[in-house]
């Protein structure tokens, strides 16, 4: 360890930190924009200056520097808040800002951006130049699914390192020199087909890389985001699932639009998913957004879900050799509710709700893994998996199938079986279960998942739970107990 001074008090460093690093790891802010814990560090926004002194130089000595870049040394002095400092962050602010539009009232970045943040900090004051600004391209598509805003760029890079040295694509690069430099995709398509390349929208220190699902479509302080899990495939990522915040609920408009995702962010988790998500984790609307079932019904005809369970316990109660099929999709919690349910009745198999889709990645070094369903892990620790051959590997006496989640055809189940099927979209599987019922989805409670690692991670409800559905937990317990019911 190393001792230093920020702003006078004694601090410990790691050997071989930057004061950048050292500072936030001891609670003082510096600034920062090109800057990021996870990539190189290139110097260029100038903004992290800080007033430096070495040991034994006289305090009138200090010089200016970057943080991001300087090493400690013992016995350093550094100020992060001095009046040069702040006199050089304005210049500083003033020198970015030259060629930048400022149009902060039809950006999206608006009220998460640091050039606004900083501005109100140390500079505040309109621009001094009397030159023309440099015009750039306003709207340029940077994939299918990114718009760039060269005027708004303040060419930090970090969009460039990030497909160099975390996705690996080498997608992006700077075009031209000074004033005239635009962030260009390469010309091979490789930003495109970036797996990974929506991560350069939470890079962006300003409102330069912009997603288009997204655009314009709320304002940020409209609302709030909600830890969950993405459950894309078995990494089982930590995000952020961002929804409209109760007290700004539309009442004049579409009131489905308080319902729904608007966006998903990655939760950094260094055990888990670093920083990072990929492109499948954005678009969880995607699949949360599909028609839902609401209605529990017997052969096709809708009846009300106590009767359903009523129906399903006697078909439980008759058969000789019922199999269940277990979702992957399944929440610890309902596994469990399962286990101690139903456990002893069923001979249990784990499905994959999910599979590859066509086009999607399979798998990569980085995050994306090849089973697409996040809890497979904790399903198998309690059953074993279903043979890719489930019409063999089920006894041929199965009268009963309790099949849970979707991703099943029920042509594999033995001729003549009863099924009892528990799902929450609407499919057309639905209607031909003997018994339907209508469950809940993970952004209407709460639970927890086990990735490939042994990780448990929670989530937690962003909507209320739709009527007419029941949470799967409360299914269990409802099918094993006569009198329990479940909760609709
Ligand atoms: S587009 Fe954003 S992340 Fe990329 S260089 Fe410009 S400001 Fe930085
Ligand atoms: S890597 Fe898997 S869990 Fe992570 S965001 Fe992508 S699909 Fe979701
Ligand atoms: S954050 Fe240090 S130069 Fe950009």
Redesign the pocket.
């Known amino acids: 360890m190393v001792e230093f001074f920020i702003n006078g008090q004694a601090v410990q460093a790691e050997d071989n930190q930057t004061v950048m690093q050292a500072a936030k790891a001891n609670g003082y802010f510096i600034p920062y924009f090109c800057w990021h814990p996870h990539l190189s560090v290139p110097g260029n926004c100038r903004i992290c200056m800080v007033e430096v002194t070495n040991e034994g130089q006289p305090a009138d000595s200090g010089w200016l520097d970057i943080a991001c870049n300087m090493p400690i040394t013992k016995g350093m002095r550094v100020l992060t808040d001095s009046p040069r400092v702040r006199e050089r962050r304005k210049e500083t602010l003033q020198f970015i800002t030259l060629n930048h539009p400022v149009d902060c009232g039809i950006c999206d970045k608006a009220g998460e951006c640091t050039l606004q943040d900083y501005h109100y900090e140390y500079n505040g004051s309109p621009s001094i130049s009397i030159d023309a600004k440099v015009h750039a391209t306003k709207h340029f598509a940077l994939s299918e699914r990114i718009v760039l805003d060269n005027e708004r760029c303040i060419m930090c890079t970090r969009c460039v390192r990030f497909t160099r040295e975390i996705s690996k694509s080498d997608a992006l690069g700077v075009l031209n020199r000074g004033d005239h430099s635009l962030i260009r995709p390469v010309e091979d398509g490789a930003f495109e087909a970036d797996p990974y390349s929506d991560n350069v929208i939470d890079l962006c220190p300003v409102g330069a890389l912009l997603s288009r699902a997204f655009l314009h479509k709320a304002r940020v302080w409209y609302l709030e985001p909600t830890p969950s899990?993405?459950?894309?495939?078995?990494?089982?990522?930590s995000?952020a699932i961002w929804h409209r915040k109760s007290e700004w609920k539309l009442k004049a408009l579409d009131a489905r639009q308080n319902n729904r995702i608007d966006r998903v962010t990655?939760r950094e988790n260094a055990a888990v998913?670093g920083p990072w998500?990929?492109?499948?984790?954005?678009d969880l609307a995607r699949i949360f957004e599909r028609a839902r079932a609401e209605l529990a019904m017997l052969k096709g005809q809708p009846v009300d879900l106590q009767a359903a369970l009523g129906s399903a316990r006697a078909l439980i109660a008759a058969a000789r050799q019922p199999v269940a099929l277990v979702s992957s999709w399944g929440s610890n919690e309902e596994l469990a509710a399962f286990q101690a349910a139903l456990g002893s009745r069923f001979a249990s198999y784990v499905k994959a709700d999910w599979q590859v889709e066509p086009g999607e990645p399979v798998e990569d070094d980085l995050?994306?893994?090849a089973d697409?369903n996040?809890n497979t892990a904790a399903a198998r620790a309690l059953f074993p998996a279903l043979p890719e051959d489930a019409r063999g590997a089920l006894p041929p006496a199965t009268d009963l199938v309790l099949v849970w989640g979707e991703g099943f055809s029920f042509a594999q189940l033995p001729a003549g079986a009863k099924i009892i099927y528990l799902n929450s979209w609407l499919q057309p599987e639905n209607g031909h279960a003997d018994v339907f019922i209508p469950i809940s989805v993970m952004t209407e409670r709460h639970g927890h998942y086990t990735n490939f690692q042994g990780v448990v991670s929670a989530f937690e409800p962003c909507f209320a739970r739709l009527p007419g559905v029941a949470d799967a937990e409360s299914v269990f317990a409802g099918l094993a107990t006569p009198a329990a019911g479940a909760r609709p």
């Open positions: 899990i993405c459950p894309g495939c078995e990494r089982g990522c995000i990655p998913n998500i990929c492109n499948k984790g954005r995050l994306i893994k697409k996040p």
